[in-house]
């Protein structure tokens, strides 16, 4: 006769309700992760980190010696900067992300991951970055500490420098076209003998480039229904008025034929480089 709790099928220590550990959830968060950090960024960093180390090296491939620096700062500048930056942007814009049908299913406005854990997950990144950057040199930790920084001045209150016109597009240009040289520089030489203008042409060359973002477009984001718009031209163009240099009403990704991308891009071009 079987005593009651001793059943040959189930265990009496075992509860029948117990749930299964969710062998997925390690996987999902990385995925998530991957999510926030946007690999697809990832190449407009690499090729300005790219440029400084061409000027440094005067090499198209890296030495033995330069490989392990030139590796860990690629890991810096794309995995960990980004995620940094990019964690600290989505915790603060999460408002508006709810109202924008392009950003549903992210980590956050899905629900899968709240604001207090994508802030520490920025701060991780961040912390990370530094720390593996000090490996490299002082100049290189300088540059990502200036890059961060910058990032979370571009996304937190009250300097929010995204939600100044010009400004945004400027914060941009300064991280990518002047601090991704002097990243590439610095992995594999003294900050000694940088060519500084360099940094002002890239400055140059990328700033127009930050012309298009998306933006809510008065009630119509109520809607789900949002449109590029240019900072240049305040304020935003119209249906019925492209204007600034927003000139194609067809085309959605109007300011990238700006005049502005014209005149800078011929600047940096008549002047010429010694380098």
Same mark, same amino acid.
């Given at each position: ?16 309700? &117990? ?30 980190? =790219? !440029? ?22 690629? #890991? ?11 964690? #600290? $942007? ?11 049908? &392009?950003?549903? @299913? ?14 520490? #997950? ?9 720390? +593996?950057?000090?490996? #490299? @040199? ?15 001045? =571009?996304?937190?209150?009250? !300097? ?11 914060? $941009? ?29 890239? !400055?140059? +060359?990328?700033?127009? *480039?930050?012309? +298009? ?9 109520? %809607? ?21 240099? *927003? %000139? ?15 005149? *800078? ?11």
């Amino acid at each position: 006769m079987t005593q009651l709790g001793q059943d040959d099928d189930v265990p009496s220590r075992v509860p029948l309700d &117990r749930p299964r550990p969710d062998r997925s959830a390690p996987a999902r968060f990385l995925l998530d992760l991957c999510a926030i950090a946007r690999p697809w960024f990832w190449p407009v960093s690499l090729l300005p980190y =790219y !440029v400084g180390f061409l000027l440094a090296s005067h090499r198209l491939l890296p030495t033995a010696a330069q490989l392990p620096h030139l590796l860990t700062g690629a #890991i810096v500048v794309e995995p960990l900067v980004w995620l940094a930056v990019l964690a #600290i $942007n989505d915790a603060h814009d999460l408002p508006g992300d709810l109202l924008n049908p &392009r950003k549903a @299913g992210t980590p956050l406005t899905s629900g899968r991951l709240s604001v207090r854990q994508v802030r520490r #997950i920025a701060l991780a990144a961040a912390g990370t970055a530094l720390l +593996v950057s000090l490996s #490299i @040199g002082a100049a290189f930790a300088a540059g990502a500490l200036l890059a961060l920084t910058l990032g979370w001045l =571009y996304s937190a209150p009250p !300097v929010r420098l995204k939600s100044r016109p010009g400004a945004d597009v400027t914060a $941009n240009a300064l991280a990518l076209g002047a601090l991704g040289p002097l990243a590439g520089w610095t992995a594999v030489h003294l900050l000694a003998g940088f060519p500084w203008p360099i940094s002002l042409q890239g !400055v140059l +060359v990328r700033w127009p *480039c930050g012309s +298009v973002r998306a933006s809510p477009t008065g009630s119509g984001s109520r %809607r789900g229904r949002w449109r590029p718009a240019c900072p240049l031209c305040s304020p935003p163009p119209g249906p019925s008025s492209p204007g600034g240099c *927003c %000139r194609s009403r067809r085309s959605p990704y109007r300011g990238w034929s700006s005049p502005t991308t014209c005149c *800078c891009a011929g600047t940096v071009q008549s002047r010429g480089s010694p380098w």
